[in-house]
């Protein structure tokens, strides 16, 4: 079993950056896609990127097209994703999730949830 934790939220200006960081313990951690969802105050979560077991693969949710940008690094156990030119609608909880199968927008994808950090933007 692995436990994702992510990293690197904080408060941040509009048009600013963030780099979010989710690492995980375990070998197997190459044999995992792996996503990021956001989930901003009275809203449902939903979908931001996606990376593939190799990272041949990335997916993102219109509204972070050219500004965020998804990577991994499997030999240290982590996915990145870097923010730039932030919003304050893009203010919410963001998490990481690790799924056996393919690189997907769809939460029951993902096997493996973590605990999220809050990404702030003011105005």
């Known amino acids: 079993q692995v436990q994702p934790v992510e990293s690197g939220g904080g408060l941040v200006q509009a048009g600013g950056s963030l780099r979010l960081s989710c690492a995980a313990s375990?070998?197997?951690?190459?044999?995992?896609?792996v996503a990021w969802f956001r989930q901003a105050p009275g809203k449902e979560r939903e979908f931001a990127a996606a990376?593939?077991?190799?990272?041949?693969?990335?997916y993102y949710v219109d509204f972070v097209k050219g500004r965020f940008t998804i990577s991994r690094d499997n030999a240290k156990n982590t996915v990145y994703l870097q923010m730039n030119s932030l919003k304050p609608e893009d203010t919410a909880v963001y998490y990481c999730?690790?799924?056996?199968?393919?690189?997907?927008?769809?939460?029951?994808?993902?096997?493996?949830w973590g605990q999220g950090t809050q990404v702030t933007v003011s105005s």
């Open positions: 999730a690790l799924g056996r199968g393919g690189a997907t927008a769809l939460p029951s994808s993902y096997d493996y």
């Open positions: 375990g070998r197997t951690f190459s044999s995992y896609a």
């Open positions: 990376i593939s077991r190799t990272g041949d693969s990335i």
